[in-house]
């Protein structure tokens, strides 16, 4: 069954706190029209921000890929704000920001001068128990953009593969393009062979994930192997385990892989996996 999500009870929209209801924006807001924005979503296991900076950093840089003018230096604050607000800073919980490039007469090129429409708001996150999760992965075509490095709101192509996934009873996506995995419809994919870990490079095919850094600084301090390369779907039946990573995601397992009603990969070992689960969970309660 499909679930619901919720509504926040307070959002912060262009220096307002205010409940959702309240919280409008033009209908030429180029979010709106055009999807002329970017997102992010920074974890907080109870009330403590993981990685931050490194969240911030990615921010930063999407507002400047798509030259959207923003002090991002007054995040932070607002954030811790954010939670208290929703009264979760001792519990489990994320910051959504989303930042469009604002409200102006419809142009395909950008306005001069316009104002930033800033939204965000906290909400609560179950972060528990990833290790015993098993997901059902569906193997789909990625028709995405060629810019996936920029966290756009502009995610279409994501939601209708989740749809297919959810809809079908799967839990997510692996995309496939040019015969490669690359990512999730939002998760990062590492694959294991042999005690190697295979993951994607960065690059404008897949989003920078947070997770992903924090993973790969795992695989050094533990001496456990890494390469950065495009992993091709006809080497599946040579894996052992995938995991799929993500600030909500966190490190979760892949149970089974489907592709055209068949599936191509069921979960045998697990140890790599547990070892990352393991230090990821310390470092997270840390
Ligand atoms: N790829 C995509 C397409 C995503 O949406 C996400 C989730 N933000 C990720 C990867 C994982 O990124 P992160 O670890 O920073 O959450």
């Not at 316009?114 to 972060?127: H, R």
């Not at 192997?225 to 599946?236: I, L, T």
């Amino acid at each position: 069954m499909k679930n619901k999500g919720s509504y926040p009870s307070e959002v912060y929209l262009n220096g307002e706190w205010m409940p959702p209801q309240e919280a409008t924006v033009s209908v030429f807001d180029r979010g709106f029209m055009f999807g002329d924005g970017i997102y992010e979503v920074t974890p907080f296991y109870r009330g403590k921000p993981f990685h931050l900076q490194e969240h911030l950093e990615r921010l930063r840089y999407c507002l400047a890929q798509i030259k959207i003018p923003f002090d991002i230096t007054i995040l932070e604050p607002l954030m811790f704000e954010a939670l208290s607000r929703a009264g979760l800073t001792e519990k489990d919980a994320a910051v959504y920001i989303q930042i469009s490039r604002g409200t102006a007469p419809r142009t395909h090129y950008f306005p001069d001068d316009i104002k930033p429409t800033f939204l965000m708001y906290a909400f609560p996150v179950q972060l528990e128990n990833f290790q015993q999760k098993r997901w059902k992965v569906l193997v789909s075509e990625d028709f995405r953009w060629q810019r996936c490095d920029i966290k756009s709101t502009a995610l279409l192509a994501n939601t209708m593969s989740n749809e297919e996934a959810i809809t079908g009873g799967y839990d997510e996506n692996l995309l496939v393009r040019e015969g490669c995995f690359t990512e999730g419809s939002h998760s990062t994919a590492f694959f294991v062979v042999d005690g190697m870990i295979y993951t994607r490079p960065e690059g404008p095919l897949i989003l920078s994930g947070i997770t992903r850094k924090v993973v790969l600084e795992i695989c050094r301090d533990l001496g456990i192997s890494y390469e950065e390369v495009a992993f091709p779907v006809v080497r599946v039946s040579e894996v052992d385990e995938i995991f799929l990573t993500g600030t909500t995601t966190q490190i979760t397992t892949v149970g089974s892989l489907h592709y055209e009603g068949e599936e191509i990969f069921r979960s045998q070992k697990g140890e790599i996996t547990a070892r990352l689960q393991e230090e990821f969970e310390r470092r997270t309660r840390k």
